[in-house]
């Protein structure tokens, strides 16, 4: 009898609880997130909505996203922009949801990488006559903005890996720091040296989703490989395998992501890291007393350019729609450069622009100075509406040569048919 | 003899009836949608034809000819990883299940409180008991090899997910420690059932122990017990969140479920067809299993 | 009297025994939440935090309105699918179990058809239905959704519960006049009840547990269930694990009390037991 009782209370308190949030929702239903058919929906005072997704998830990024959000909104009447936090790990599935039920914001901040894909899936808008002048973005986040010579959206935000390291360990060691002179085998010596009492010399992360192939491209690159010729970077196999088996680069690398390495690295595991700007904050917050410094990745040999490194960052990207003013124009108020830099300061990120890029506050502070320099020999991965299967194989071949599963060479080869079967 | 065929005339139009409304429920919202995933796999839906659907046709089997004919075939992987899984899974929740629920059919003090305690297992979101063991199995730093070690079992720390042989003994262990609440439950419902006079009349017989077990408590909880099965089987063969969160499927395709597989060609590779093709895959084998459930329950029905 | 009181004490001590290795990962679950990041990546790591601190508690309670929202958006959502899943397979199962027809396979195979899919992938259909019908960002979407999981689960168990009743009581309750509808209300379902406790507690806890369809559905982050709080500490650059910890921990709690609330009625429902000789 209490069971029916109680049965009866949750019956009714569900019933009025969902009529609640269907009249709530009856009320916003002609704002955010509605048909991409209907033109910018109304919000009151006869300004226009402009909805805006992202995946901005530390409290940095939040605020930063915040202050864009209210500038754009008090430098102009005609829209109100407002944001949409979907979680990074769920993003592209809900915008290729987004996309087959018609169901789309105006504008999209998304991983550089993916863009490509999507403007092949015909989720963005050309806007090649925007106004915009390109000439003044960095050529890398450019491209993947870019499909057959069309525009679709700028780059937002750019950053790459660089190599941080830990003064004290070196120290202790008698070791040299490095710097951008340093080549594969005297990286590969250092970290030797620096291995041991529980301390690896070097760590990343090579786990087997993009951000791995993030991380481990670079070395495919610096040894003369790209992402269609892999067979080319044979050597990078080499190195990553070699290292692991004398134990100078940890082995659980590959169930590492970018955040496990550095927990480790600010833990005192690891002598040397590859990381990018992002856990500037982060090891300011967690591990302030720690004494590190960040140099470019090490070179193939003596007489080889400073290494190649890989881009990573976001785009904003404009949904294809029948009224798309509102997203240009926000657009149009992020491309100044004074606003890019102030948001890329409270980001951790640097901006697109060439010559934003060259602010003292990045180029005075020899952390970030080091990252810049970085950036200056950096790509993008692709770009390729079929990235995710080239990371995949990469990936794959890079695990196998890290795991000692299969010999460098054939490591390579094994990923360069997987690659040459991608159509 | 009348009263019989009373019931069954009645019972034809009535059973129907009872049945109907989830019946049109499941078919509505599952049904539809796994007719549409069929459909979609013989088509060539992908990241380039996804926008133009006049570039979206029909092309049979050749989705299911590549998945099962590439070199080093992951989807094949993927089945035989998904099989290994499932049965080394149900294996151990069953037994070690129907063991804590006659435990717990006893009463001794502190019955209750133990058996609901084990039930938290199963109250914890899958993604926070995969993140959970996924931090246990750390080489270095999981609780589990520093007990192993401090305990002398082990001299050196072990790979774990880090190595595709011990990958999937990882996830298998994280599994079972999920799933042996929901055996114990259902089972120890079952018990119930079975009346004491039962077991009293077989105690004054002098029956043992084991005896008891095997002549009297399995074959009166049979249904139970192929119910718990099949499915156990059906939902352990489709997990996808404990083995995303921990592996993602690898390393090196070590953990690669078919579910996982699916995902990754529909939402990671943007190769919607071959990602329905994959699901399908599942689905056919599931649907073996299903028939098979049906031949055993059949033989129940006449009781 | 003495060999019954031994047993009970063996009983006892294999019961505990079982417990402390069965919720050791919980306990750790608990230390890890109490530790600083720092002392987490330690090796070895301690097994009683040194720095015992409460912060990453206290991270989720200061964002407690967001907390209490998360709450209140997966009880409704549970409860929804709890009703839904229950209120239609008891008769569905009875149905299965009691009469013969002539389309009986075909809907218990059916039933467990529909389970045979993984819900990632039923995801898009659903996901395009449910805007069709204007009901994203719409509790009824995710209820409708979970209801599918609980549904056909509840079938099959009770139907098995309704074949172990034996029909000697159909047949009593035939003499004694009462038409089918009436046996069914007011006898099978009374016996049945444990069955249809196990069912709905289960109906609710999937339902509960359950993040896709809840996260999917909804992109109003607001009107998301508790369990999609768990990328505020699963992040793209790092996973926070104390706070991690602490989401699991503050995400089942509420959970435990109504299983402990619960369980005093499938316990008396279990003893009552299903068969009145």
């Not at chain 3, 209120?87 to 396979?105: H, N």
Request: aromatic share 12%; hydrophobic share 45%; with cysteine.
């Amino acid at each position: 009898m209490k069971k029916n009782i109680l049965a009866a209370l949750l019956c009714g308190a569900v019933m009025v609880a969902s009529f609640a949030g269907c009249a709530q929702k009856t009320a916003g239903q002609s704002s955010a997130g509605s048909s991409g058919k209907a033109a910018v929906s109304e919000a009151g005072g006869g300004s226009k909505n402009v909805v805006i997704w992202d995946y901005f998830e530390t409290d940095a990024q939040k605020e930063m996203m915040q202050k864009l959000i209210s500038g754009f909104n008090s430098s102009q009447k005609e829209y109100k922009a407002s944001h949409v936090y979907v979680p990074f790990a769920d993003y592209q599935k809900q915008l290729t949801l987004a996309k087959a039920s018609n169901q789309l914001p105006d504008l999209v901040i998304l991983d550089g990488c993916s863009m490509a894909s999507f403007i092949s899936m015909g989720l963005f808008q050309d806007v090649s006559d925007a106004g915009i002048k390109w000439d003044d973005y960095i050529e890398g986040p450019m491209k993947s903005t870019m499909m057959d010579g069309k525009h679709y959206g700028i780059p937002f935000a750019t950053n790459c890996t660089a190599l941080l390291y830990n003064k004290d360990l070196f120290d202790k060691a008698s070791v040299k720091y490095p710097d951008e002179n340093t080549t594969w085998d005297e990286f590969h010596a250092m970290a030797k040296k620096l291995t041991k009492n529980g301390v690896y010399g070097f760590g990343n992360a090579a786990t087997n989703t993009d951000e791995g192939t993030f991380q481990c491209l670079q070395w495919i690159y610096t040894a003369g490989g790209s992402y269609t010729n892999v067979k080319a970077g044979a050597d990078a196999f080499k190195l990553m395998q070699d290292m692991i088996k004398d134990g100078s680069w940890a082995k659980e690398a590959v169930n590492w992501t970018q955040s496990d390495v550095n927990n480790n690295f600010m833990a005192g595991n690891l002598a040397m890291e590859q990381n990018g700007p992002w856990q500037i904050p982060v090891i300011k917050k967690s591990a302030p007393q720690l004494k590190y410094g960040v140099t470019v990745l090490p070179k193939r040999n003596k007489d080889a350019k400073q290494a190649t490194s890989i881009l990573g960052g976001e785009n904003i990207g404009v949904i294809k729609k029948d009224n798309s003013d509102g997203a240009v124009a926000f657009m149009k108020y992020y491309d100044k450069t004074d606003v890019m830099v102030e948001a890329m300061k409270a980001y951790g990120s640097f901006p697109p622009k060439t010559e934003a890029a060259k602010d003292s506050y990045w180029t005075g502070d020899p952390i970030q100075a080091a990252f810049i320099k970085q950036l200056s020999t950096s790509i993008p991965r692709g770009p390729s509406p079929q990235w995710p299967q080239y990371s995949t194989a990469i990936q794959n071949g890079v695990q196998q040569a890290m795991t000692g599963a299969k010999t460098p060479q054939q490591a390579a080869e094994d990923t360069q048919k997987a690659v040459d079967a991608i159509k | 003899m009348k009263k019989k065929t009373k019931k069954l005339r009645s019972g034809t139009y009535l059973g129907f009836a009872f049945t109907l409304p989830a019946l049109v429920y499941m078919v509505i919202f599952i049904g539809i949608p796994i007719i549409q995933n069929i459909l979609l796999s013989f088509k060539n839906v992908n990241v380039y034809t996804f926008a133009d659907a006049s570039q979206q046709k029909f092309i049979g089997f050749q989705n299911y000819a590549e998945l099962f004919g590439a070199p080093d075939s992951i989807l094949t992987k993927s089945i035989g990883n998904t099989l290994i899984f499932t049965v080394a899974s149900i294996f151990f929740q069953f037994i070690i299940g129907f063991a804590l629920a006659l435990l717990f059919n006893k009463k001794f003090p502190g019955c209750n409180f133990f058996r609901g305690a084990i039930m938290v297992s199963w109250l914890l979101p899958v993604t926070v008991a995969g993140l959970l063991f996924k931090f246990i199995f750390a080489r270095s730093g999981g609780i589990a090899n520093q007990m192993l070690m401090a305990l002398h079992f082990i001299s050196q720390p072990l790979e774990w997910l880090l190595h595709p042989d011990s990958a999937m003994v990882a996830i298998v262990i994280a599994n079972i420690w999920i799933g042996i609440p929901f055996n114990m439950m259902l089972i120890l419902t079952g018990l119930t059932t079975v009346p004491e006079d039962i077991y009293e009349s077989a105690n004054l017989d002098g029956a043992s122990w084991f005896q008891k077990l095997f002549y009297i408590t399995i074959p009166m909880i049979k249904p139970a017990i192929i119910s718990v099965l099949t499915l156990g089987f059906v939902y352990t063969f489709k997990v996808f969140d404990l083995v995303w969160v921990m592996t993602k499927g690898g390393p090196v395709n070590s953990t690669e479920l078919v579910s996982t597989y699916a995902y990754r060609l529909s939402f990671e590779q943007f190769l919607f067809s071959k990602g329905a093709a994959a699901a399908n895959v599942l689905f056919a084998i599931l649907l073996c299993v299903g028939i098979f459930y049906l031949k055993t329950i059949n033989s129940d029905e006449e009781m | 009297m003495k060999r019954e009181r031994r047993q009970k004490i063996i009983f006892f001590v294999v019961g505990l025994v079982i417990f402390i290795i069965f919720l050791f990962p919980l306990y750790w679950m608990l230390v890890t939440a109490l530790k600083t990041q720092v002392e987490i990546f330690e090796v070895p790591t301690p097994l009683w935090p040194r720095n015992l601190t409460l912060e990453a508690f206290q991270k989720q309670l200061s964002a407690s309105s967001d907390t209490l929202r998360g709450f209140k958006n997966s009880l409704i959502i549970s409860v929804g699918a709890m009703l839904i899943a229950t209120v239609l397979s008891i008769p569905a199962a009875y149905g299965l179990a009691r009469f013969r027809f002539k389309m009986k396979k075909a809907f218990i195979l059916t039933f467990l058809i529909t389970q045979m899919l993984p819900s990632t992938l039923v995801l898009t259909s659903l996901y395009i239905a449910f805007s069709g019908m204007q009901l994203l960002n719409n509790y009824f979407a995710p209820i409708l959704a979970d209801a599918t999981i609980g549904l056909p689960f509840s079938v099959i168990i009770l139907r098995s519960y309704f074949v172990s009743i034996p029909k000697e009581l159909d047949e009593a309750a035939e003499i004694d006049g009462c038409g089918p509808l009436n046996s069914f209300f007011r006898i099978m379902l009374p016996i049945a009840r444990p069955g249809v406790v196990v069912a709905a507690v289960f109906s609710f806890v999937y339902a509960w547990g359950d993040l896709i369809y809840g996260l999917t559905f909804m992109t109003d982050p607001t009107m998301r269930p508790i369990t999609s709080s768990i990328y505020n500490y699963v992040q793209q650059y790092q996973t926070l694990w104390n706070s991690t910890m602490a989401f699991g921990i503050i995400a089942i709690f509420p959970v435990i009390l109504i299983f402990i609330f619960m369980q005093k009625y499938i316990v008396s429902g279990l003893t009552n037991g299903a068969i009145k000789a």
